[in-house]
C-alpha cells in the first residue's frame, strides 16, 4: 500500500466510525429504512473529500491534529454519499463498491414481492434514506465544536451553493442523455463536470482552509487559491472515471467493463471518439451509445478498440495529467508542510489509480 493510500484509509476509517456511532439514525423508526441509510456509511470509501478537508486546514495550521476537524469532514463525506446513493437510482446501477447498490440491497431483502413492487420499493427507500443523510449532515455541523459563526458560513455555503450546483450538474448529466452526443461541446461537459464533482471537492478545500485559517469568509484569496487548484484536480478525477468507466478490471472498479457505454453516458471521453471517428467509424460508434443495453460483449470490443486506436483514450490521459500538472503546479506556491505533501500525493493519486 503506498503512503497515500494508507493515509486515506487512516481517514476512512475514522471517518466510518464516527458516522456509525453517532446516533442520527437512532431516530429512524423504519429498520429497513435505517439499514439503507447505514448502507454506504458502513462500508466506507475511499475518503478523497474528507481527506482533503482535514489536510487543507493542516495546510494553514500545522498545529491541528487530523482529527481536529473530523465531524465537519464526515460531513462532507455524508454528503458525497447521499448524491451516491440517488445517483445509483438515476444510472440504474446495481453495484457500488463491488456491493449491491442501496436501492438494489433493499430489493434483495424483499423476495416475496414480485421483482418490479421489489424494485420500485428499493428505489423509494433508496431516495429517502438519501434524504435523510442530508438532513444527517446539517446535524453533525449544526452539533460540531466550531464557533456559531463558522457554523452558519458553512450551513450557508451548503445550501445556498453546494446543492444548487451539484444537483445542477447532475441534472446536466441527466439531460445529456436526451441530446445526441455529436451536439454536446467539451465545453458543456467540462462545465458538467465542474457542478458536479469539482464543486464538492472545491468545497471540502475551501472548508477545511477557513477552519485552518480560523475565518468564516469563502471569498478569502487564500481560500479562494486552494479551492480552484483541487477543484482543477477534481475535473482531472472525474475525466480518470470516464477512463475507468470503459476500460476498469470488473474485479477491481466493481461495475463491468464498458459500464458507461452500456448506459449511453455523455463522457468527455466519447466526445473526444466522436470528434476524431470519421465516416462508417463514426456512424457505427454513435450506434453502439444509442444501443448500449443490447450490445454483445464484441460489440463493446469493438467499440473499445475504436476509442484508442482514434486516440481518445490518449486525449483523455492527457487532458485528465495537464489538469494535475497545473493543480501541482499552483500548490507549489505553498508553504512547504507535512500536509503540503499530503495534498500533492492526493492529487497524484486521482489519476493513478488502477484500472
Not at 413492487?117 to 438519501?130: D, I, P, S, V
Not at 486516440?311 to 512547504?336: H, V
Request: with cysteine; aromatic share 6%.
Amino acid at each position: 500500500m503506498s503512503p497515500i493510500e494508507t493515509d486515506l484509509s487512516r481517514v476512512a476509517l475514522a471517518v466510518r466510525d464516527f458516522l456509525c456511532q453517532h446516533d442520527f439514525t437512532g431516530e429512524v423508526s423504519l429498520p429497513i429504512l435505517r439499514e439503507a441509510t447505514l448502507c454506504y456509511p458502513e462500508r466506507g470509501g475511499k475518503a478523497l473529500r474528507p481527506a482533503i478537508l482535514l489536510w487543507s486546514a493542516q495546510l494553514f495550521n500545522s498545529n491541528l491534529s487530523e482529527t481536529e476537524y473530523l465531524d465537519i469532514a464526515s460531513a462532507v463525506e455524508l454528503f458525497h454519499t447521499w448524491t451516491l446513493v440517488h445517483d445509483d437510482i438515476i444510472d440504474q446501477d446495481e453495484l457500488r463498491r463491488g456491493k449491491a447498490s442501496v436501492h438494489t440491497f433493499v430489493k434483495q431483502q424483499y423476495t416475496e414481492l414480485p421483482p418490479s413492487e421489489a424494485a420500485r420499493f428499493g428505489q423509494n427507500m433508496a431516495l429517502l434514506a438519501g434524504d435523510l443523510q442530508q438532513a444527517w449532515v446539517n446535524q453533525i455541523i449544526l452539533e460540531s465544536q466550531i464557533t456559531a459563526e463558522q457554523k452558519l458560513a458553512i450551513l450557508q455555503k451548503v445550501n445556498a451553493n453546494l446543492h444548487p450546483h451539484l444537483i445542477s450538474g447532475e441534472a446536466i448529466d441527466v439531460e445529456f442523455e436526451l441530446s445526441p452526443i455529436e451536439a454536446i461541446s467539451s465545453d458543456e461537459v467540462i462545465n458538467m463536470l465542474t457542478l458536479k464533482t469539482g464543486i464538492l471537492l472545491r468545497f471540502a478545500a475551501e472548508t477545511g482552509a477557513m477552519l485552518g485559517l480560523g475565518i468564516t469568509d469563502y471569498q478569502d484569496a487564500r481560500v479562494k487559491h486552494l479551492g480552484h487548484l483541487i477543484e482543477s484536480a477534481g475535473i482531472a478525477f472525474q475525466l480518470q472515471d470516464d477512463l475507468l468507466g470503459m476500460f476498469a478490471d470488473e474485479a477491481k472498479l466493481g461495475k463491468p467493463v464498458g459500464s458507461d457505454l452500456v448506459q449511453g453516458k455523455r463522457t468527455m471521453l466519447f466526445a473526444y471518439t466522436i470528434e476524431r471517428l470519421q465516416d462508417d467509424e463514426k456512424e457505427r460508434f454513435i450506434y453502439y451509445l444509442n444501443n448500449g443495453k443490447q450490445l454483445s460483449d464484441n460489440e463493446i470490443r469493438d467499440a473499445m478498440a475504436l476509442i484508442e486506436t482514434c486516440g481518445a483514450k490518449q486525449a483523455l490521459e492527457s487532458a485528465a495529467q495537464e489538469r494535475i500538472q497545473s493543480a501541482l503546479d499552483n500548490l507549489a506556491t505553498l508553504p512547504e508542510s507535512d500536509a503540503k505533501t499530503r495534498i500533492a500525493n492526493w492529487v497524484n493519486f486521482l489519476v493513478d489509480r488502477d484500472m
